[in-house]
């Protein structure tokens, strides 16, 4: 639990009030508030151009390097990571995200684990690992309990203050924590039970995951009830990253009645099944569909995908309530899910990161694929998301003429 310090020093301050000051004067250009309007036409399926957007994630790293961080305290370290990353996005990288005039900081919390936990195996500096799944037999689920929260009200509100007296004047300092990522649950189900023995079990032992499934499904609404009864949740209508890709910018979020008590019906929803990429569709109609439907028909807006092929999944997935944006990943068959979707949903296409990860960035390739993919979906609301880079080989070059490309494609197109 990173707790906040009373204060930092005079020289860590002065260094984050100076990228504060830049994000602000980014945060201010018009532009961004011509992408805001953008990305809610985008969002409620009006006609607009195709959307770009890149996170390098891992990448980050290869740009804003150890060496240029200058804060001496290791949560100014962090502030300052993220600062100059909003520097990066909105001077040099060119997408479509929009720098906000905000700086959120996180509740100082801790969430246990399911009474099991993996593991690890490997796993160092964000590479690849295995894992030693915990229950091995279906007899120990009575170790299983929910997952819990604590949130040290007292550390959290010392951490606001001191963003409040060093940034505040700057920049509008909120309280927000994302609780998940997603709410697909699988990643979970792995964890605990093996990739391999879960494709066992199916066959084998059908009834006891289900069992287990029913357990995870109930965890994970007992978390949004907690959170929202605890007024711990936050509107994502915003600047908010939503699903694998894209922005929460719209005007349908929150619901009419909402009176400031964020609930989980005035959010975008979000699950994925990456994991089960090696199942059957009727096998994942079975064993998650079923399972994440409950749990996704409390929220306004959904999306759904990731990495995993949707395309033989689409009879099932499009069942999702209030489903509005969808994922296309590089293993996806582009025109299926173009005709599938049209109109009526929005295109998260997912070009493949190992482009940006090869010896050589070969710009004419990009160029092709980039415009193959837009051509092949000219009739859907379509947001380009480069994501999932383990490495950018140390060149930042790379994202920013990747951006480039796909903005002129775009327009092209």
């Given at each position: 639990m990173n707790t906040a310090p009373e204060t930092f020093t005079s020289h860590d301050r002065q260094l984050l009030r100076t990228l504060a000051g830049q994000v602000a004067e980014l945060a201010a250009r018009p532009i961004e508030a011509e992408k805001q309007a953008l990305w809610r036409r985008h969002n409620a399926?009006?006609?607009?151009?195709?959307?770009v957007f890149c996170d390098p994630e891992n990448g980050w790293h290869e740009?804003?390097?150890?060496?240029?961080?200058?804060?001496?305290?290791?949560?100014a370290r962090e502030w300052?990571?993220?600062?100059r990353r909003e520097i990066f996005w909105g001077a040099q990288m060119g997408d479509d995200r929009v720098i906000m005039p905000c700086f959120d900081v996180t509740h100082v919390a801790t969430e246990s684990d399911w009474g099991m936990h993996e593991m690890r195996i490997g796993g160092q500096h964000g590479g690849a690992y295995t894992w030693d799944a915990p229950l091995k037999d279906f007899t120990d689920m009575d170790k299983l309990?929910?997952?819990?929260?604590?949130?040290?009200a007292a550390a959290t509100e010392r951490r606001a203050a001191l963003a409040h007296d060093i940034l505040g004047d700057l920049l509008l300092v909120r309280v927000r924590t994302q609780w998940w990522w997603t709410l697909g649950m699988t990643w979970t189900l792995v964890n605990l039970r093996g990739m391999l023995q879960i494709m066992y079990d199916m066959v084998d032992a059908p009834d006891d995951l289900h069992r287990l499934m029913a357990f995870l499904r109930d965890g994970h609404l007992a978390k949004?009830?907690?959170?929202?009864?605890?007024?711990?949740?936050?509107?994502?209508?915003?600047?908010?990253?939503?699903?694998?890709?894209?922005?929460?910018?719209?005007?349908?979020?929150?619901?009419?009645?909402?009176?400031?008590?964020?609930r989980t019906c005035d959010l975008w929803g979000f699950a994925e099944s990456q994991e089960t990429v090696g199942i059957s569709p009727a096998m994942f109609a079975e064993f998650v569909l079923p399972y994440q439907l409950p749990i996704l028909s409390r929220?306004?807006?959904?999306?759904?995908?990731?990495?995993?092929?949707?395309?033989?999944?689409?009879?099932?997935?499009?069942?999702?309530p209030r489903l509005r944006r969808v994922s296309v990943s590089p293993w996806s068959n582009r025109a299926f899910m173009?005709?599938?979707?049209?109109?009526?949903?929005?295109?998260?296409?997912?070009?493949?990161p190992a482009d940006l990860a090869r010896d050589s960035f070969d710009e004419d390739k990009v160029r092709s694929i980039l415009r193959n993919d837009l051509r092949v979906t000219r009739n859907c609301h379509v947001e380009v998301i480069m994501k999932d880079n383990h490495t950018i080989r140390d060149d930042p070059r790379r994202v920013i003429r990747w951006v480039q490309i796909a903005r002129a494609e775009a327009d092209r197109l």
């Open positions: 399926l009006q006609t607009t151009r195709p959307l740009i804003i390097r150890p060496e240029h961080i200058e804060c001496e305290d290791e949560l300052e990571f993220r600062l309990h929910f997952p819990t929260i604590t949130v040290d949004l009830d907690w959170l929202e009864a605890q007024g711990l949740l936050s509107l994502n209508n915003d600047g908010a990253y939503v699903g694998s890709g894209g922005f929460g910018w719209t005007d349908e979020l929150p619901q009419p009645d909402f009176a400031g008590h964020v929220f306004g807006l959904n999306c759904y995908g990731c990495c995993e092929p949707l395309d033989k999944r689409w009879e099932y997935v499009k069942q999702i173009a005709e599938q979707l049209g109109a009526k949903y929005i295109l998260s296409m997912k070009p493949n």
